[in-house]
Structure formats: C-alpha cells, structure tokens
C-alpha cells in the first residue's frame, strides 16, 4: 500500500518524542518530565465561560477567522502585551492550535525547492511541516555556549538564492533560549536585506523570567515580513483546548485563511468563547502560573548542575536542556536507561535535531515535589552510571 501515499509524507518521520511516553504510559510510579504542558487546570472562569456559551446554543460554525469579538480581544492584548499593532478585519485568525497556525503559515508562503532555514535543536513539527510542501528546510547548528542562539552571521552562511524565510522560536523549545532586543534587531536586518519572511513562533513569549519579552514583529520595517504565531495552550493552560492565533500582514493572512476554510472552517466555538474570558479576565491568572514557573526553574536548574548534569540558563518556556554529555551515552540511551532505571521520563535531545544529541530535554511544568523526587532519583541514577 505505501506505493499509494505521498512522496512527502513518506519521507517524514514519526515524532521522536511519542516513543518515550508510550513506554512511560505502560509503567507505574513514573515521573514525567517529558510532556510540554503547563499541570495547571484552566482557570474556573475560562472553563466556566466555554459551559455558559454551551448552555445558550452557541454551538454552530463561527466566521473561519474566528470569532470576531475573539479577534478584537487578541488585537488589543498583543497591543498592550507585546507592542504589536494588528487589525482583527484582516491580520489575525484564529485557528486550531499555534501548531495548525504555523502549518497554514509555511504552507501559504513556501513552494517546492525553496528553503526555510531554522535554528536548532528545534521543535520536531518544524522541519516536517516545511517538508510536507515541497519545501527545504535548512538548519543552523547551535551551542550551548552560545545559549543556543543563532545569529545573524550564522543566518547569512546558511542563507541561497532559494531562501524564503526564516523560523525562530523565543522563548524556545527545547531549550528555553530568549533572544534579546539587540540579537532580533541583528536578525531583522538579515532578513530586511535578503528579503525574507519570518515565521516567529511566540507560543512562550508570555513565560520569559529575566527579561521583558520582544516580538520580532515590533521592529522597525518588520511587521510586513513577519508571520507571528500564538495561541492560548502554554500560558493560559489551554493545551487540550487547541486553540491559536497568527498575526500577519494582510495579504498573508487572507492566503492563510484560504487554506483554513477548507481543512479546518473554523476553531471550536466553545473554545473560543473560553479564550475570550481568558484574555479579558485571566492576565492575572497567567502571571501567578508564571511566579510558579519562575521558582520552579531556579530550583530545577541550579539542582541539575549541582548533581553533574551541565545547564545553561533557561530564561524563558519552561524547560531545562543539561548536557548528559560526562555519562558517555547517547541522548536516547540516557533517556531510555533513565527511564527503565529510575522512572523518570525526559526527552532525548536528538529528537530536536542533531544539536540536540547530547542532550536531555525536562519539563520543570510539574510539582515542586515531583521535581525534587526527580532529582534525587537523577542523582542516583547518575552515581550508578559514572
């Protein structure tokens, strides 16, 4: 049968990341440090709102760009939270999910053979999506010396006649990297010469701890080439609702939001009325969870360097990315071993591409408690294999 599926999709590979949960899954007592997703509940009152437009029959179709008081709502918090200026008419939608905003996002503006060219270690969906198009994807090596950052000189030695635009992520996944002020006006300037679009994926930009967060799209000259996704899963603890958005220029977004209509028509109703609440009454509700974050960071990351697993400072997301490089195994069999050994499940940093390999990525969106027990456990784990 596989002489039938697309060329494309054949040459993708399955996440790297399910592997470890399905083994976790068929075990007891595992901690889990592997999953990207806040353990917080949605707050009563976005839930409470989803109910409320249950219970009045708002259950139809909204307009395929979303909900337009959704849209106004969006327009006025990235305004008043990043600086950003967009019209809900025919900048934003809403879609299924940052992941389902950035898919609509490469697929409006890549054709085959051109190439996208992307930092890693990076989110595993990146480079499949861009494939899925008959795009290119082309990845820039980072290190842990450097924060994981790429910059603008490593930009311009990947950069041919092919590209078409580049993908950043700040706060980053895996690795928990925020790019400064100074470092997105390096980078906006590449782009501004070579003509480039930029993909920004800002899912984390509400989880930054040391410093205020800048979206690339505020730059001077750079909200006409920039592609903002976001959405509601991480800092509003909304994952299982699917809920995001995309900003972009006009003639973007309305190529977007030809795709949308017919893969998807629109967001969930129910979904979109909880995000309205959570954007007019949950602000305070995210910077409690982002307090959280922040302490459970400084105690998870001082801790692993303590025990001999090296990490660089996350300064936004919430992951730690330690280098299990002095244990002399690969990133999958650390995990695996770890896993097997001790319970306690992380992600093998090769999954994120080849900088990866060397590499863990842990989740500290968990108790304080079980971040502790993990530890110890680490620790342990560590003394009988070195």
């Known amino acids: 049968m596989t002489s039938y599926l697309s060329d494309y999709v054949q040459q ?4 790297g990341i399910r592997r470890f949960f399905d083994l976790a899954a068929t075990m007891e007592g595992v901690i889990s440090l592997g999953v990207g997703e806040p353990d917080f509940v949605t707050a009563w009152n976005v839930r409470e709102a989803s109910i409320l437009s ?27 939270r990043f600086g950003l200026t967009y019209s809900p008419d025919d900048e934003l939608i809403v879609t299924v999910g940052a992941s389902q905003a950035l898919d609509i996002a490469i697929r409006a503006i890549v054709n085959p053979s051109e190439e996208v060219i992307i930092p890693e270690p990076c989110f595993v969906a990146y480079e ?45 996944n895996p690795t928990g990297s925020v790019y400064s002020k100074k470092e997105l006006h390096e980078i906006a300037e590449f782009a501004k010469k070579h003509d480039l679009i930029v993909l920004a994926d800002e899912i984390y930009a509400e989880l930054t701890y040391d410093e205020e967060f800048t979206s690339i799209a505020a730059l001077p000259g750079m909200k006409e080439r920039t592609v903002v996704i976001s959405g509601f899963s991480k800092a509003f603890a909304m994952t299982g609702w699917r809920l995001g958005f995309a900003a972009a220029p006009s003639e973007i977004r309305n190529a977007m939001l030809k795709i949308h209509q017919y893969a998807m028509m629109c967001a969930p109703a129910m979904a979109q009325y909880a995000a309205l609440e959570g954007l007019k009454n949950g602000i305070e509700d995210v910077e409690k969870m982002k307090k959280s974050y922040r302490r459970r960071r400084n105690l998870f990351v001082e801790t692993l360097n ?81």
């Open 128 to 172: 499949s999506l861009v494939s899925l198009t008959g795009g290119v994807p082309v990845h820039v090596h980072t290190t842990a010396d450097k924060g994981f950052k790429a910059t603008a000189e490593d930009f311009e030695a990947a950069v041919t006649e092919k590209t078409k635009a580049i993908l950043i992520c700040s706060p980053s």
């Open 12 to 15: 993708i590979k399955p996440s």
């Open 54 to 80: 249950l219970e009045q029959g708002y259950t139809s179709y909204t307009a395929n760009a979303g909900l337009y008081s959704l849209r106004e709502e969006i327009s006025r918090y990235v305004s008043s």
């Open 306 to 386: 303590e025990i001999g697993l090296s990490c660089h400072h996350p300064s936004g997301a919430f992951y730690a990315f330690p280098s299990i490089k002095s244990t002399g195994m690969s990133s999958e069999q650390f995990a695996e071993e770890l896993l097997l050994q001790e319970k306690v499940a992380v992600v093998p940093g090769n999954v994120f591409g080849p900088s990866g390999e060397g590499y863990i990525r842990c989740s500290y969106a968990t108790s304080i408690e079980q971040l502790q027990e993990a530890l110890v456990r680490m620790k342990r784990f560590l003394h009988k294999t070195t």
